[in-house]
Each structure stands twice: as structure tokens, then as C-alpha cells.
T-cell receptor
């Protein structure tokens, strides 16, 4: 079974509108972390937001927020007030277990295009 | 914030030659670094886990004799693609984790990536 599933290969959003990128995950480990990264055409991986499995509140970072629904095992990324510069590939990722010395498992990604 | 630097960003080499890619943690010590590979329009796939002072752990299907990993210090890991062939052409990217201000392992930093083209 896929550990991270992103069901939207491509998404379009009008500039200044909000957009939600879907991510579901599968793990039996009670301790895990969920990440979202943005990858522009240059290839660099830009960290956007993190949600820990024990965090009580949804994470927010500026225009990014994570809609964490633990029972449904979903961690959707919400981008508010989209900008043209938000056009990029977005990856959801998970790190299972406590500690940082563990790899990330990535979803297949969503290509977001912001329309003027 | 914590920075991971990867070099070179692009490299073109002839088939049969070897290429070394460096990954450095600039302002923190990384006992563990990760190497990923990404084909065009695909996701990042873990190749190996690099552990300082010990042998790397390779994922299933990754040839350890072809992709040599050395993690000789707490700030440097290298990936050497030996006897490169055109099918090795890909985007290689390293990662290291940093505890972060909250001390809760909240981030994983990536290098800029290396685009390897074997001709």
C-alpha cells in the first residue's frame, strides 16, 4: 500500500483564490510527522509546513495551513490568496517514528498552476 | 536557519566515467543524511541513508557498488556514481534533518540538487 497518496496530478487555481491540495497517508506508527514541500522548476525542495502526529492544532505558516484530520489520515495543504509564484510541484511527505534520523517518504506530487 | 549545500548543481559526464556529488550541512552537524533520486515529473525516491562513520544503508534495488556513499564527517556526505551510463541521468538530491527551534524534528532540509546528464 502507498504510504503517501496525492490524488491530484494537476491543479489549477485563479490568482488570489485559495486552493487545497490533497494528501492521505498510511502508517501504524503512533509517532509521525507530515511535511509539505514546494519544488519549482529549478528543482530545489522548499519546506512549507510541518504537522506532528501529536500536535493538537493544525499547523499554519503564513499563507499555508495544514488541514490535519488524524482519524481520516489526511493532511491537506491549503494555500490562501494564491500568487503566480506559487506555480510549482507540491509534495506531501511523511516521516515515521520519533527522531529526525529517519527518511521521508514522498507522495507522487501535485503540479499547481496559478492562472492570472 | 539550517542550510544544506549540494555541489555541483549540474554535471555532464561521458559514459563510463565517475561523478562525485557533495552534500554539506553548513551550520549544524548531521549524523544522518539521505540521498534521493528523482526522474522527470516523478517523486523523490530514497536511494540510501548515509551514516557518519559507518556504512551506508541502501534501499532495495539500489546498487551499492555503483552508488558509493561516504560520510566521513558530521558535515559532509558524498555520493559517487561510478561508471556512469545514460540511464543514470537523473536529479540527485540530499537531505539532512535538523531539530529546529522547537526541538521537535520539525524540518528536513534539502540540498539544491544535482542534475546529472551522462552522454
Amino acid at each position: 500500500a502507498q504510504k503517501i497518496t496525492q490524488t491530484q496530478p494537476g491543479m489549477f487555481v485563479q490568482e488570489k483564490e485559495a486552493v487545497t491540495l490533497d494528501c492521505t497517508y498510511d502508517t501504524s506508527d503512533p509517532s509521525y510527522g507530515l511535511f509539505w514541500y514546494k519544488q519549482p522548476s529549478s528543482g530545489e525542495m522548499i519546506f512549507l509546513i510541518y504537522q506532528g502526529s501529536y500536535d493538537q492544532q493544525n499547523a499554519t505558516e503564513g499563507r499555508y495551513s495544514l488541514n490535519f484530520q488524524k482519524a481520516r489520515k489526511s493532511a491537506n495543504l491549503v494555500i490562501s490568496a494564491s500568487q503566480l509564484g506559487d506555480s510549482a510541484m507540491y509534495f506531501c511527505a511523511m516521516r515515521e517514528g520519533p527522531g529526525s534520523a529517519r527518511q521521508l517518504t514522498f507522495g507522487s506530487g501535485t503540479q499547481l498552476t496559478v492562472l492570472p | 536557519g539550517a542550510v544544506v549545500s549540494q555541489h555541483p548543481s549540474r554535471v555532464i559526464c561521458k559514459s563510463g566515467t565517475s561523478v562525485k556529488i557533495e552534500c554539506r550541512s553548513l551550520d549544524f552537524q548531521a549524523t544522518t543524511m539521505f540521498w534521493y533520486r528523482q526522474f522527470p515529473k516523478q517523486s523523490l525516491m530514497l536511494m540510501a541513508t548515509s551514516n557518519e562513520g559507518s556504512k551506508a544503508t541502501y534501499e532495495q534495488g539500489v546498487e551499492k557498488d555503483k552508488f558509493l556513499i561516504n560520510h566521513a564527517s558530521l558535515t559532509l556526505s558524498t555520493l559517487t556514481v561510478t561508471s556512469a551510463h545514460p540511464e543514470d541521468s537523473s536529479f540527485y538530491i540530499c537531505s539532512a534533518s535538523y531539530p529546529g527551534a522547537r526541538g521537535m524534528n520539525t524540518e528536513a532540509f534539502f540540498g539544491q540538487g544535482t542534475r546529472l546528464t551522462v552522454v
